[in-house]
Nanobody, 121 residues
């Protein structure tokens, strides 16, 4: 099995910063794309940012210039640096990892349990 554990959420004032981390563990041959998603109350889960194994990144328009995604392949960890936070960034943030457990097998998406980010005005 593959387990993803997020950390770093919390309560912050508008304009502040938070850094989320997500570490993968378990039976893992290779982790391909890793990403961060968020879900606000009453809304659908949406992509915040993702990053390929080679470091290519993709961001939602709403976070471009404020958030930075990065990863450490050796540590099997993905990070999300969030700056200039706004109340509308309030949501549960989930990490995902497209993971091959064994050589030659197809990848499967795994998800963390989520971490709450609350931005007060």
């Amino acid at each position: 099995q593959v387990r993803l554990v997020e950390s770093g959420g919390g309560l912050v004032q508008a304009g502040g910063s938070l850094r989320l981390s997500c570490a993968a563990s378990g039976i893992i041959f290779r982790i391909n794309t890793m990403g961060w998603y968020r879900q606000a109350p009453g809304k659908q889960r949406e992509l915040v940012a993702d990053i390929t194994r080679g470091g290519n990144t993709n961001y939602a328009d709403s976070v471009k210039g404020r958030f930075t995604i990065s990863r450490d392949n050796a540590k099997r960890t993905v990070y999300l640096q969030m700056n200039s936070l706004k109340p509308e960034d309030t949501a549960i943030y989930y990490c995902s990892a497209a993971t091959q457990q064994y050589y030659g097998t197809s990848g499967e998406d795994y998800w963390g349990q989520g971490t709450q980010v609350t931005v007060s005005s």
